[in-house]
């Protein structure tokens, strides 16, 4: 059965987006004056009884002030379960769109801030969810399975949603129960998925900018130069990069992965940012992003997400002041989608 494809106008769309979240220029800030947005942002922050929850994408400046102000840094799931934990009655979020939703969906009674509302992803981008639900209806005998990284109206359609850390369990779980399932929106991961449980999954056409972009060769020219490294893939990368991988995880599984394996030296396929903390736990060790370059390469990103990266301390600031960026959505659509993701955190929680 042929996975449905986004047309050439929308994968078009999705990259003139990219480009122009990429010329979004930064002030050059002197070590000065950035320490002086770090600290007026924890006085708003305070202030304002809000948190601050960083993505592990976010500029480093973003997660280190998360973390010095009782915030945190984590994947979008983490994200919005501290949120939901956390006194505060304000939750300031630094990623992209659907993070924001993804809190507000499991806190609505708390006002959610996103640093930047024009940050999307493309994932989120590649699944409308007028044509998703089309494409669910045409095949209703199947679970349907999405990607955390989707529109709340995405998630209300579902019947469960997944991170990366738990989707080859619950899929495999999901199959020996004879469960067949519609994935969506990443069709690597999807494949990932497939190959890793033998699941009837029906793949969505989707892919991240960031991790479609790692090329094999490169990767495998760079461990001949490197060969003590270890290699961590994301599995949103393509099959032939995954290939290449002593370990494939989630960000988190990712981090975990560089602390405890016996190396010094990582190549790392995922998007940069997540550099940053790999160093920050285990300063002693050398981390070094996947090459992007290499045939058929575009540099839409280059390992860089530019949608994470229009987050900066000036928004932060501007957005703590002005409360115009507040998360906004459909109650209806709210409930709907509370339930796959509440049902996802139980399965979490059964594992243990």
Request: proline content about 4%.
């Amino acid at each position: 059965m042929r996975m449905p494809q986004l047309s050439q106008s929308d994968s078009i769309s999705i990259a003139d987006k990219a480009r122009q979240a990429r010329s979004v220029t930064h002030e050059t800030l002197t070590s000065t004056e950035r320490q002086s947005l770090r600290q007026q942002s924890g006085e708003l922050l305070a202030h304002e009884d809000a948190v601050l929850v960083a993505h592990y994408y976010v500029d480093s400046e973003l997660q280190e002030l998360a973390e010095e102000t009782g915030g945190c840094v984590a994947d979008s799931l983490e994200m919005a379960r501290f949120g939901l934990t956390h006194p505060a009655s304000t939750v300031v979020v630094a990623g992209v769109r659907f993070m924001g939703e993804t809190a507000k969906i499991l806190s609505p009674e708390k006002q959610v801030l996103v640093v930047e509302p024009q940050a999307e992803c493309s994932l989120d981008l590649g699944c409308p969810s007028a044509a998703f639900s089309a494409f669910c209806d045409q095949h209703p005998e199947r679970t349907i399975v999405v990607y955390a990284n989707t529109s709340a109206e995405v998630k209300a359609r579902a019947d469960w949603v997944v991170t990366s850390s738990i989707a080859v369990d619950l899929v495999a779980d999901l199959a020996a129960k004879g469960e067949k399932m519609i994935w969506a929106p990443d069709r690597y991961l999807g494949d990932y998925v497939k190959r890793q449980t033998g699941a009837d999954l029906l793949l969505w056409g989707g892919s991240c900018i960031v991790h479609e972009e790692f090329k094999a060769e490169v990767l495998l020219n760079l461990k001949h130069q490197h060969p003590e490294a270890k290699v961590l893939v994301h599995p949103e990368s393509p099959a032939s990069v995954i290939e290449l991988a002593d370990i494939v995880g989630s960000t988190s599984q990712l981090i975990l992965a560089a602390q405890e394996l016996d190396s010094s030296f990582f190549i790392v396929a995922t998007e940069e940012g997540i550099l940053h903390k790999m160093r920050q736990s285990t300063p002693g060790k050398t981390f070094v992003a996947a090459p992007t370059a290499g045939e058929g390469a575009t540099c839409v990103s280059c390992a860089h997400c530019p949608w994470m990266k229009m987050n900066d301390l000036q928004r932060l600031i501007a957005v703590l002041k002005a409360k115009d960026t507040q998360v906004h959505i459909d109650e209806a659509i709210r409930v709907r989608a509370a339930v796959p993701i509440q049902r996802m955190v139980a399965y979490g929680q059964q594992r243990g």
